[in-house]
């Protein structure tokens, strides 16, 4: 399966449908970094060069997410953000700062091809749900060698990550259970859709050997339920602020750093509190 049946589905709309307000350029947080994930990447960036002395750094993002590129050129980085999708590119290419554009280069290219595109080391490289489109543990391994030539001696990869946990119970986000939560106050907006998006149908879309979710399969149910009544229209619209019809990797926490680890690669793994979305989607702090 390749890689490149999940970024295909990174149209116009399904890009729309994670905004929350165009004109303010607001996304909808758990499927978008919120300010405190946001202030996490920072942190982890800042510890990651602390030894690094020498010029301005230069940090790499993997696609264009506007919330770290802001935060990258905002703290007088200059960055490099690298997405193949044009539809990504055109819509958030200017949701940065004006007065910060000159910082940022925007490169229309797969990030297998990095090493073409990029003349020196960078000395950081931030990243946000990247894996998650890469469909084989194969291409996984292959991306981080990526990363590890292009990066400085003491560079640093930040990346939010979605993840089974060691611990994860599937019974505890049965799709019906969400529902009810969402419908006593238990469960934020975000928290509902996102988790709904992810685990609700997390028996019948996902395969726990080739660990691979097929969204579409998800999607189509939740429809039948809306127009079944299962669902209301208000909470069906919740989930698809997080749509996508592709299929996602979504590899089981030790798998993920039995990966890192293989490739002698060093992390940390931070998980902020008071979102639910906090307990599988952590951040990681890696360095070689």
Not at 138 to 150: G, R, S
Request: net charge negative; charged share 25%; aromatic share 14%.
């Amino acid at each position: 399966m390749s890689d490149i049946n999940s970024f295909s589905y990174w149209d116009k709309p399904t890009i729309v449908s994670r905004i929350a307000d165009l004109k303010s350029r607001m996304r909808y947080e758990a499927g978008s970094p919120n300010p405190k994930e946001v202030e996490l990447y920072h942190k982890c960036i800042l510890t990651g060069l602390s030894s690094n002395a020498g010029p301005k750094k230069r940090i790499l993002v993997l696609g264009m997410t506007p919330e770290i590129r802001s935060m990258a050129v905002s703290n007088g980085f200059e960055v490099i953000s690298v997405d193949r999708s044009l539809d990504a590119v055109e819509m958030y290419k200017d949701w940065i700062p004006d007065e910060l554009k000159a910082n940022e280069e925007i490169i229309q290219a797969c990030w297998f091809e990095l090493e073409k595109y990029l003349a020196e080391p960078v000395d950081a490289v931030l990243g946000d749900g990247v894996f998650g489109n890469i469909l084989s543990v194969e291409k996984h391994v292959v991306l981080l060698k990526i990363l590890k030539n292009i990066l400085n001696d003491k560079g640093t990869l930040v990346f939010r990550k979605a993840l089974v946990p060691d611990n994860f119970d599937p019974d505890a986000y049965d799709a019906d259970l969400l529902i009810q939560k969402y419908r006593s106050g238990l469960l934020t907006d975000a928290e509902f859709g996102f988790s709904m998006r992810l685990w609700g149908n997390y028996v019948k879309a996902y395969n726990p050997k080739s660990f691979i979710l097929d969204n579409s399969l998800t999607f189509q149910r939740y429809q039948s339920w809306m127009n079944e009544g299962r669902l209301s229209e208000p909470e069906y619209t919740c989930i698809c602020h997080y749509y996508f019809n592709g299929m996602n990797m979504i590899l089981p926490q030790r798998k993920w750093e039995e990966i890192l680890i293989s490739i002698n690669c060093k992390f940390e793994r931070h998980q902020l509190e008071g979102k639910d979305w906090y307990y599988y989607y952590p951040v990681y702090q890696c360095r070689f």
